[in-house]
């Protein structure tokens, strides 16, 4: 069974920065897309950014500019460098990743950010 183990979460002052890692286990087979989902109290969980490999990254608006998807496919890892962290960008963050043939979806536990100062 393969298992995905997020880090690099905490509690940053808004401005900061943090670095998500993502690293996948338990199977050689490399993930066709690989990403971060979030999920604020109340609210809906939000696809934050995601990268499918031949293909560019994709962001949500409310990140463009500031976060920053990137893959190392030999290790089946994947991170997420958040830079000027706002007060919204508190949430559980989650990782993602897919297969295409056949179709699997694998979730994290989820790692906390907070934002606060």
């Known amino acids: 069974q393969v298992r995905l183990v997020e880090s690099g979460g905490g509690l940053v002052q808004p401005g900061g920065s943090l670095r998500l890692s993502c690293a996948a286990s338990g199977s050689i087979f490399r993930f066709n897309t690989m990403g971060w989902y979030r999920q604020a109290p109340g609210k809906e969980r939000e696809l934050v950014a995601s990268?499918?490999?031949?293909?560019?990254?994709e962001y949500a608006d409310s990140v463009k500019g500031r976060f920053t998807i990137s893959r190392d496919n030999a290790k089946n890892t994947v991170y997420l460098q958040m830079n000027s962290l706002k007060p919204e960008d508190t949430a559980v963050y989650y990782c993602n990743a897919q297969t295409g043939l056949p179709y699997r979806s694998y979730w994290g536990q989820g790692t906390q950010v907070t934002v606060s100062s």
């Open positions: 990268k499918s490999s031949g293909a560019s990254a």
